[in-house]
Nanobody, 115 residues
Framework: QVQLVESGGGLVQPGGSLRLSCAASVNIFTVGTMGWYRQAPGKQREFVAIISGSGSTNYADSVKGRFTISRDNAKNTAYLQMNSLKPEDTAAYYC?????????WGLGTQVTVSS
């Protein structure tokens, strides 16, 4: 019964920044781990970043130093701050919520990095 809604995607120039938001229909403290994944045309969905309920984070090597995942449990929202964007970051970005039993996905938001 967890619903996830992403927002904040759009068109940005190389080197620019965007912040994605993922609003959950339930207390994300209860859900546990929140994450972001992305899928480019013709490619498989790939891991981008995750954050645990305690705030521990992990990132894909391709985004380390550029992207930051965070969460605001009071707002039931997770975020992905994306800086120094590159054309290869262009993809549909999906929010994920996971606990020991379930796994839930949002419908995605498009990020396009182009000059």
């Amino acid at each position: 019964q967890v619903q996830l809604v992403e927002s904040g995607g759009g068109l940005v120039q190389p080197g620019g920044s965007l912040r994605l938001s993922c609003a959950a229909s339930v207390n994300i403290f209860t859900v546990g781990t929140m994450g972001w994944y992305r899928q480019a045309p013709g490619k498989q969905r790939e891991f981008v970043a995750i954050i645990s309920g305690s705030g521990s984070t992990n990132y894909a090597d391709s985004v380390k130093g550029r992207f930051t995942i965070s969460r605001d449990n009071a707002k039931n929202t997770a975020y992905l701050q994306m800086n120094s964007l590159k054309p290869e970051d262009t993809a549909a970005y999906y929010c994920n919520a996971q606990n020991g039993v379930g796994n839930w996905w949002g419908l995605g938001t498009q990020v396009t990095v182009s000059s």
